[in-house]
């Protein structure tokens, strides 16, 4: 099969291309910036360099594909990048694949347009909540670039849209995640020494709740990446982009530190006249 994959040179890209290639498929690469070509030197790929936004450049490339999936997106919040460059990019390739007769259309939307979420796990029924995102521009123009799609298919034009959550493992490696772990169960062992160093009891439980609460967090949540068990929607500490989780993470960090910092400092307080020691000193 023949396929056109815009944004070649992003993250998901340099992933898919070479996936498509193993499977025997013939790919072309389109992105504005060069790269692609230079890191894969198989028989099946070509790389054209332009932007998605200009018709002259998507025009002859989504001539003669199979399928398209569409990648490029500028990952901006500014409104006037998003309707220049991305969703008029996005729409001229519509515009290409009905005009040859594109037999699949895939497009790789986002689950910002989810928002907040208001239940977890998020599924694919989930209500739209767009105006809560994180980066709401860009939420709005992924969304409406979704209805689009579905409007091409009303005209004959075979699609699927995709809502994926950002990968942050593919971009720093199995060395960056040993690494992350690593720092996860730092902290949760500082947690847990400061339980035991702490001189009340209330101290020892807090602490030690919160050390092992962040440890089944990150448990949690990797287990579900890897498989190992189903997936919840919980949040990666300092990681996820959830507003509230960010902030009762660091206050959790917040607490830790005001129990460490208590369990520290000397006992200053003078024992009391009626409880001091008895001593005969013979004359």
């Known amino acids: 099969m023949r396929i056109l994959v815009t944004g070649a040179n992003g993250s998901v890209g340099r992933g898919l291309i070479p996936a498509l290639l193993d499977r025997g498929h013939q790919v072309i690469g389109l992105d504005k910036e060069a790269g692609m070509e230079r890191a894969i030197a198989h028989p099946r790929f070509s790389f054209a360099r332009g932007p998605v936004e200009d018709w002259a450049t998507v025009e002859p490339v ?5 399928a398209i999936i569409h ?4 990952f901006s919040d500014d ?37 907040k979420p208001s ?27 979704e209805k689009l799609v579905m409007l091409a298919g ?10 994926f959550w950002w990968a942050f493992g593919e971009e720093i490696g199995l060395i960056g995640l040993m690494a992350l772990l690593v720092l996860y169960g730092i902290v949760v062992e500082r947690g847990l020494r400061t339980a035991v160093a702490c001189r009340d ?17 990150v448990f949690v949540v990797v287990g579900g990446v890897t498989r190992l068990i189903p997936l919840t929607g919980l949040t990666t500490p300092f990681l996820a ?41 013979q004359r």
Do not use: C
């Open 79 to 115: 409104p006037r990048v998003l309707v220049e460059q991305d969703l008029r990019g996005h729409a001229l390739l519509l515009e290409a694949a009905a005009r040859h007769k594109v037999g699949h259309f895939v497009y790789t939307s986002t689950a910002v347009v989810y928002g």
């Open 154 to 163: 009303q005209t004959g034009v075979s699609s699927t849209i995709l809502r």
């Open 201 to 217: 009891v209330f101290g020892t439980l807090l602490a030690a709740g919160l050390a092992i609460s962040m440890a089944l967090q």
């Open 62 to 66: 989504a001539a003669g594909a199979e």
């Open 241 to 281: 982009q959830g507003g509230s989780s960010l902030v009762a993470n660091w206050i959790a960090i917040a607490l830790l530190i005001r129990i460490s910092d208590a369990a520290r400092r000397p006992d200053l307080e003078l024992p009391m006249l009626a409880d001091a020691p008895t001593q005969v000193v």
């Open 71 to 74: 990648l490029a997106w500028s």
């Open 119 to 145: 239940r977890v796990p998020v599924e694919e029924d989930h209500p739209l909540n767009v105006l809560a995102a994180r980066k709401p521009a860009y939420g709005i123009a992924k969304e409406f670039a």
